[in-house]
């Protein structure tokens, strides 16, 4: 089984509509992000979570939210979704301590296309 | 503003031969990076990482070289196996883990 997964894995919407992306893992993890990815762009942080409680902006959160539902559980909201969110959006957990690599461990992804 | 450059998009090598992949960055508080893997479909996987504190860390046929002088670092793989074709990012920090900075990527095809 995954550690980390995305639901959906892939979502068409339109213009206007309010769109929530999940994502769980089973790794124990505190920390978890979410990244968008886009053509010429790589991957850029969206929001990141160092416990349930804490929860931060990163380079572009605008137009989106998050919630940090558990320790376990991330999701990302699009609150009314315009077609430049059109993206490919990963999920993360990572560790944190001197005997980490500070790695992050991905989801498989979620594609979403507003029109 | 991108703080973290691939500045090659693209990259073939014959199997068997290496691989250099670059990356630049413009932060001089970054102080560990990391290399990706990503095949189509799935999530980045990592790779190997390395501290400001080396200039050089190894595993396998994989090699991370570090010139903090000129903010610039390189993966090497040798050799080069067609497992290895996939797009390739590195990623950066400051303060040891905390916001990681991607680089747009580098696709790998190793030609058999």
């Known amino acids: 089984d995954a550690d980390v997964t995305q639901t959906p894995r892939n979502r068409i919407t339109k213009t206007g509509k309010r769109i929530m992306l999940e994502c769980s893992q089973t790794?124990?993890?505190?920390?978890m992000y979410w990244y968008r990815q886009d053509p010429g762009l790589g991957l850029r942080l969206i929001y990141y979570?160092?416990?349930?409680?804490?929860?931060n902006k990163g380079e572009i959160s605008d137009g989106y939210s998050v919630s940090r539902q558990a320790q376990a559980k991330f999701s990302l909201s699009l609150e009314s979704a315009i077609p430049n969110q059109t993206a490919l959006y990963f999920c993360?957990?990572?560790?944190?301590?001197?005997?980490?690599?500070?790695?992050?461990?991905f989801g498989p992804g979620t594609r979403l296309t507003v029109l | 503003d991108q703080q973290v450059k691939q500045n090659s998009p693209s990259l073939s090598v014959q199997e068997g031969r290496i691989s250099i992949l670059n990356c630049d960055y413009t932060?001089?508080?970054?102080?560990?990076f990391l290399w990706y893997k990503k095949y189509p479909a799935e999530g980045p996987t990592f790779l190997i990482s390395?501290?400001?504190?080396?200039d050089k860390n190894e595993d396998g046929r994989f090699t991370v070289f570090l010139n903090k002088s000129a903010k610039h670092l390189s993966l090497h793989i040798v050799p080069s196996q067609p497992g290895d074709s996939a797009v390739y990012f590195c990623?950066?920090?400051?303060?040891?883990?905390?916001?990681?900075?991607f680089g747009t990527g580098t696709s790998l095809t190793v030609i058999p």
């Open positions: 993360a957990t990572s560790d944190h301590g001197p005997r980490t690599n500070n790695e992050q461990f």
């Open positions: 790794k124990g993890h505190d920390r």
């Open positions: 979570s160092f416990d349930v409680k804490d929860i």
């Open positions: 932060n001089s508080m970054f102080d560990y």
């Open positions: 390395i501290s400001s504190i080396k």
């Open positions: 990623a950066a920090s400051a303060n040891t883990g905390n916001q990681f900075y």
